[in-house]
């Protein structure tokens, strides 16, 4: 099973800043590498896929690069709606496996 | 648009039994991959067991193979999750998700809003 570690689990920010997320896989995922957005009592939502393509609808600001086993999700001007708890996910092999998730809190 | 609407989720005790339903509307269900995928309360994301369009191909979690078993009737756009031998370590909410592509795709597109188990006695 490949082991997703997302860092910081918490990152207190303000409107405005610029919020730089990480996911680390046990083993090389190569491009497969997911990040979903969840707000509280909604399902997620997906971001961007295969490490850098922004899925239908989601603003510039969210941009996505890595490869291998080290990921960065980067939203360049935090908006207000931003503020969630973001989730990357490896879908190159089964079982897909999610990170614990890192939680943007408003500062 | 895209909808998935899962039902069948409610208190069931220890060793019991549900069968949880999700309701397909809005793309070509036949077309397309389907998964099962957990939250436990607080928690995070959790892959259960996946089914292959044509249904030719399923995948479990160890967590739960032996217990469920996913399936799905594509003349009626539904996808079913058939929960046995339940335990207290099984409460979550559970989403249904539409992959991205067909074939063996863990891409999820689209999220069902969930419907939640509680294991409990």
């Known amino acids: 099973e490949i082991v997703l570690t997302q860092s910081p689990a918490t990152l207190s920010l303000s409107p405005g800043e610029r919020a730089t997320l990480s996911c680390r896989a046990s083993?090389?995922?190569?491009?497969?590498l997911v990040w979903y957005q969840q707000k509280p009592g909604q399902a997620p939502r997906l971001l961007i896929y295969?490490?850098?393509n922004r899925a239908t609808g989601i603003p510039a600001r969210f941009s996505g690069s890595g490869s291998g086993t080290d990921f960065t999700l980067t939203i360049s001007s935090l908006e207000p709606e931003d503020f969630a708890v973001y989730y990357c996910?490896?879908?190159?092999?089964?079982?897909?496996?999610f990170g614990q998730g890192t939680k943007v809190e408003i500062k | 648009q895209v909808q998935l609407m899962e039902s069948g989720g409610g208190v069931v005790q220890p060793g019991g039994s549900l069968r949880l339903s999700c309701a397909a509307s809005?793309?070509?269900?036949?077309?397309?991959?389907m998964q099962w995928v957990r939250q436990a309360p607080g928690k995070g994301l959790e892959s259960v067991a996946f089914?292959?369009?044509?249904?030719?191909?399923?995948f479990y979690a160890d967590s739960v193979k032996g217990r469920f078993i996913i399936s799905r009737d594509n003349s009626k756009n539904t996808l079913y999750l058939q929960m046995n031998s339940l335990r207290p370590e099984d409460t979550a909410m559970y989403y249904c998700?539409?992959?991205?592509?067909?074939?063996?795709?863990?891409?999820?597109?689209?999220w069902g809003q969930g419907t939640l188990v509680t294991v409990s006695s």
């Open positions: 996910q490896q879908r190159s092999n089964w079982l897909w496996t």
């Open positions: 295969d490490a850098s």
């Open positions: 083993q090389s995922v190569s491009s497969y």
């Open positions: 998700a539409k992959s991205f592509y067909s074939g063996n795709s863990g891409l999820i597109h689209y």
């Open positions: 809005g793309f070509s269900f036949n077309d397309y991959g």
């Open positions: 089914i292959r369009h044509d249904g030719s191909t399923i």
